[in-house]
């Protein structure tokens, strides 16, 4: 009887292994998927702030209009880099904020696990 209740103790630290696993290689997705979109949110970033570099200078160029339009016309460009950048420093905020609740939550989920795995007796 021991032996039997050795192998399914045995079995029961094998399926716990298993789940911690799991649970590990699901953080290791969560980080990386944070990694690509904070990438993403960041080569947007710049791609407006190269975009609106690039609009101020033809701006500048362009002398159909005068100083009162250019002037009103880069105030609302700069308004509008602004916005779209704050919103994607927001966005940036608010997918660090998820990833990092999700991945604490999947840490405690994979602790419990480890301290299920150790309540299992070894005789």
Known sequence: MKKLNEKTNEQKRATYNELIIQKENQMDKLVENQKEIEKSLY???EDFKR?????????????????NEHYQAQQWDDHLESKLRH????AQEEF???FQKEILEIDNEREELFKKRSEIPWD
């Open 43 to 45: 080569q947007l970033d």
């Open 51 to 67: 975009g609106f570099q690039r609009l101020r200078y033809l701006n500048e160029d362009n002398t159909g209009t005068g100083k």
């Open 96 to 98: 660090n904020y998820c």
């Open 87 to 90: 919103q994607v420093q927001y």
